[in-house]
Nanobody, 115 residues
Framework: QVQFVESGGGLVQPGGSLRLSCAAS????????MGWYRQAPGKERELVAK???????DYVDSVEGRFTISRDNAKNTVSLQMNSLKPEDTAVYYC?????????WGQGTQVTVSS
């Protein structure tokens, strides 16, 4: 079955960096655009970074220039390098296919930005 396993979250001070990783299984990984989503307390889950099979990327304005998404189609993994983190980046981060109908969600990884 489809499975996404996210890792790499943690507690970091404002201005710090984290690198999130996601291992995907049960899908034709290289056929899908992949995305990193996040859900902050009391808010809807939002797609913050997207990468197409060929490597082109797209970001929401709030993370543009600070976050970098990448993928390894041979290993079925997708990563998110997060720099210059802000308290408003605090959320649970998930990876999933970046299409209208996402697959079942993984457990996510908690990112907390606080001094």
């Amino acid at each position: 079955q489809v499975q996404f396993v996210e890792s790499g979250g943690g507690l970091v001070q404002p201005g710090g960096s984290l690198r999130l990783s996601c291992a995907a299984s049960g899908i034709m990984f290289k056929s899908y655009p992949m995305g990193w989503y996040r859900q902050a307390p009391g808010k809807e889950r939002e797609l913050v970074a997207k990468i197409f099979s060929g490597g082109s990327t797209d970001y929401v304005d709030s993370v543009e220039g600070r976050f970098t998404i990448s993928r390894d189609n041979a290993k079925n993994t997708v990563s998110l390098q997060m720099n210059s983190l802000k308290p408003e980046d605090t959320a649970v981060y998930y990876c999933n296919v970046a299409v209208l109908a996402p697959k079942p969600w993984g457990q996510g990884t908690q990112v907390t930005v606080s001094s």
